[in-house]
């Protein structure tokens, strides 16, 4: 790996963006004011880095990193609060359906709590199983339980281990249910803990981390968490300038940033590169440099036309619409596109004059008439409401810089008694409560027999959602067809997580395409 970098620690998340041309030395960690190499593994298990709550408390709190995005893995770091580099390894299998299947999460999580004691189905399932308290979570330990405790050879369990890898795995591990049971009974294994173990081994034949995979993992969490510590900025403009990719879109990584104290700025055709960059502060040059967005946010624009643009840009700024239009040779529905996302306020041009000088100048004229400054000017056009402009850039570039969509509610929210995710959050356990805004990342997994989960995001953060199956039925047209949402329900809390219990969903109106309720697994 070379030093300096965005650490790409195996991760395309990590890379640095791709070159755009930045306005600043953007993502190399080198080229930031007090910068030190990250740590590696090894230093991870120093007594000084021993807490992350101490050094690194992103994953003690909640925060996500990379690796650790989804909602329900983000809610179990409070519980799990991970120390060391190996807990990291834990952070990264517990939430998989094999652990899951085969019942491991929650003991695993009350034990390390000291709520419960550590047992065993059977001593001889000890060797395999005490690492991680007696329930089993990655590939290994299933091979060590069914060679310790039903006498298979290496051999055996390696074919195991190639079943559980399979395409059909459940029926391919099925097939050495007797040879298990056999091998189990002539330990001297009685029947209950027997069905216990063949339980914990079948569970991974529905996907289950191999520990190798799992420390691979641990390493880039460790390695992002340590980055987003220290450069939040750098970590974010380079996920920025790799969308599509991980769990969160760019709205939520637009409030990350700005809940890190990071400025994001929109997109400017004088400033932006073909990615996200970052610009420095040049009136406070001690403060962390703010994070532009690329030209390819806008929709429509392609990397190929992106470099057209800074093409052009490159030999003289740009002066006026025309001066674009003439230089670039941009369609007018691009223009369009460029002027709907604001890219021409660095011109001193509202948007819905541009919108109508990009209709004005299309691709057939710009060659033609040498005088195309001259044209008739546009005439005098509203200047769009603070709603309208995000609803501008929500159609433009799928988010807003400059204001979160729930923002533009939070008065009629009000009115219904929402309170701020933020301060929902803070509530007392069992408290009735009422949210708003929009419902985001819904999942409802295979494993959680109907229950579904996912957000509630608003200006100020997030909140877990939890629905029922009956309440699932009853509201999910309106949490996945609304721009937004009022939500009423109470708060649980576990042991540091904290989610809503949904009861009811109402439909909300809001900014023109304010809600993209992400893909429904």
């Given at each position: ?15 640095p963006?791709?070159?755009?041309r ?13 910068y030190?190499r ?10 000084q ?12 709190h ?34 998989r ?10 003991p ?30 990655w ?8 060679i310790d ?24 591990v099925a ?13 001297g294994?009685?029947?209950?803990a ?10 991974f ?20 968490a340590?980055v987003?510590y220290?450069?939040?900025?750098a970590l974010?403009a380079?996920i ?19 809940q ?7 997109v ?18 001690e ?13 429509g ?19 006026s ?6 230089r ?35 691709g057939?004229i ?16 509203p ?5 309208e ?5 929500l159609?433009?570039?799928g ?12 008065a ?8 701020p995710a ?6 007392a ?17 295979p ?13 100020t ?18 949490v ?18 904290v ?14 395409r ?8």
């Amino acid at each position: 790996m070379r030093e300096g970098s965005a650490v790409r620690a195996g991760s395309r998340a990590l890379a640095p963006a791709r070159p755009s041309r930045p306005t600043c030395p953007a993502h190399r960690l080198d080229r930031h004011p007090g910068y030190r190499r990250h740590p590696s593994r090894k230093d991870a298990t120093h007594p000084q880095l021993s807490s992350l709550r101490a050094q690194h408390d992103l994953p003690q709190h909640g925060d996500r990193t990379q690796k650790l995005e989804s909602r329900a893995q983000v809610s179990t770091l409070p519980q799990l609060q991970p120390r060391c580099f190996e807990d990291l390894a834990v952070a990264a299998s517990i939430i998989r359906p094999g652990p899951i299947q085969a019942g491991s999460k929650h003991p695993y999580l009350r034990r390390r709590a000291g709520l419960e004691p550590v047992t065993y189905p059977h001593p001889l399932a000890e060797p395999a199983l005490s690492k991680t308290l007696g329930v089993p979570l990655w590939q290994e330990q299933a091979m060590a339980l069914a060679i310790d405790c039903a006498g298979f050879t290496p051999g055996e369990a390696d074919r195991l281990r190639k079943a559980m890898a399979a395409k059909n795995s459940p029926e391919k591990v099925a097939q050495l249910r007797g040879r298990l049971f056999a091998g189990i009974a002539a330990k001297g294994i009685d029947q209950a803990a027997s069905e216990r173990i063949v339980g914990m081994i079948e569970a991974f034949s529905d996907y289950g981390f191999p520990q190798s995979h799992a420390q691979s993992m641990a390493g880039i969490i460790y390695a992002s968490a340590w980055v987003k510590y220290h450069f939040p900025q750098a970590l974010l403009a380079a996920i920025m300038a790799h969308l599509p990719m991980g769990f969160y879109d760019a709205q939520t990584l637009i409030q990350d940033a700005k809940q890190h104290g990071i400025e994001v700025r929109g997109v400017e055709l004088q400033r932006s590169g073909v990615h996200a960059t970052l610009e420095p502060h040049t009136d406070r040059p001690e403060q962390r440099p703010a994070i532009r967005r690329g030209l390819t946010s806008v929709a429509g624009i392609s990397e190929e036309i992106a470099e057209q643009i800074l093409t052009a840009r490159g030999t003289a700024a740009f002066r006026s619409v025309a001066d674009v239009a003439r230089r670039t040779r941009l369609s007018a529905k691009l223009m369009e596109q460029l002027a709907t996302a604001g890219a021409f306020d660095g011109l001193g041009v509202d948007r819905r004059t541009a919108l109508w000088s990009a209709g004005a100048y299309t691709g057939e004229i710009q060659d033609v008439l040498p005088g195309l400054d001259d044209l008739a000017p546009a005439p005098e056009l509203p200047v769009m409401t603070a709603a309208e402009a995000t609803a501008a850039d929500l159609e433009a570039s799928g988010a807003s810089a400059t204001t979160h969509p729930a923002q533009h509610l939070r008065a009629l929210l009000a009115s219904h008694g929402a309170q701020p995710a933020r301060e929902a959050r803070d509530l007392a356990d069992q408290t009735r409560v009422r949210v708003g805004g929009l419902a985001k990342y819904i999942q409802r997994p295979p494993t959680a027999r109907g229950v579904a989960f996912g957000a509630l995001e608003d200006e100020t953060g997030m909140i877990n959602l939890v629905f029922s199956p009956p309440v699932w039925e009853r509201t999910r047209e309106a949490v996945l067809g609304a721009p937004a949402v009022l939500l009423e329900g109470h708060i649980e809390r576990d042991r540091g997580s904290v989610n809503m219990i949904v009861h009811r969903a109402h439909a909300l109106a809001g900014p023109a395409r304010a809600h993209q309720p992400g893909r429904f697994r």
